[in-house]
């Protein structure tokens, strides 16, 4: 197994641009989501998806958009790239959602928006 | 999540056993204990979790407190990889909205390892 994979790795964008942060996961699991981490502070969560054609905001989804069109991918659009959305960007999924579940997380996306 | 605290950092040297301390006094009865670590430049790693019973895994073992309002995760042997930000969480059994699957990441402790 792969596991979750992330692509790109590193990513520079000027403000105003869009673009997309790949994520996927090879052990057919349910719920993904996406987190971001910035300098100093804990992880936040941005979006989730509970299954194929399902997805919800998290704490700080402005910004953001998502789709799950496959179990194994979910996709992370930024619609319109600002400084304040420098940040690293992981993915993260897991079995279920209840809180008996372990989550797997990918190495993640290190973006800067100059 | 509930709140857990932490030690900010510890320091082991390599081989010998780390016992990492984490409080959660306000505790619900169906909050789960987990314990991920970051190591740098990484993304999260799952350790361990458990509710009530202590708990072992090719990783780690997770000692909880009878009354469950502090635990322990131990690394029998410590080893310079294991050298990361380890964060004790409580994940909630009827989180939901935007906490739905959350994981809530504290500032954890920074174990160091020296060789």
């Known amino acids: 197994n792969a596991g979750v994979t992330q692509t790109p790795k590193f990513q520079v964008l000027k403000t105003g641009q869009s673009m997309t942060l790949q994520c996927a996961q090879d052990?057919?699991?349910?719920?993904m989501s996406w987190y971001r981490q910035d300098p100093g502070m804990g992880l936040r969560l941005i979006h989730y998806?509970?299954?194929?054609?399902?997805?919800d905001q998290g704490e700080v989804p402005n910004g953001y958009n998502v789709s799950r069109s496959t179990t194994e991918d979910f996709p992370l659009r930024l619609l319109s790239a600002a400084p304040s959305q420098t940040s690293v960007y992981f993915c993260?999924?897991?079995?279920?959602?209840?809180?008996?579940?372990?989550?797997?997380f990918g190495p993640g996306t290190r973006l800067t928006v100059t | 999540d509930a709140k857990t605290t932490q030690p900010n950092s510890m320091e082991s040297n390599e081989e010998e056993p780390v016992h990492l301390p984490c409080n959660h006094s306000?505790?619900?009865?169906?909050?789960?204990i987990h314990w991920y670590r970051q190591l740098p430049s990484q993304g999260p790693e799952y350790v361990i979790h458990?509710?009530?019973s202590n708990v072992n895994n090719r990783m780690a073992s997770l000692a909880i407190a009878e009354d469950r309002k502090s635990s322990t995760l131990i690394l029998h042997r410590a080893t310079l990889r294991d050298a990361a930000v380890y964060y004790c969480?409580?994940?909630?059994?009827?989180?939901?909205?935007?906490?739905?699957?959350?994981?809530?990441f504290g500032q954890g402790t920074i174990l160091t390892v020296h060789p």
């Open positions: 993260a999924s897991s079995y279920g959602v209840t809180s008996s579940y372990e989550q797997y």
């Open positions: 052990m057919n699991h349910e719920y």
């Open positions: 998806s509970v299954g194929a054609g399902i997805t």
């Open positions: 306000t505790i619900s009865g169906t909050d789960y």
């Open positions: 458990g509710l009530t």
């Open positions: 969480i409580l994940r909630e059994s009827n989180a939901g909205g935007t906490s739905y699957g959350k994981l809530t």
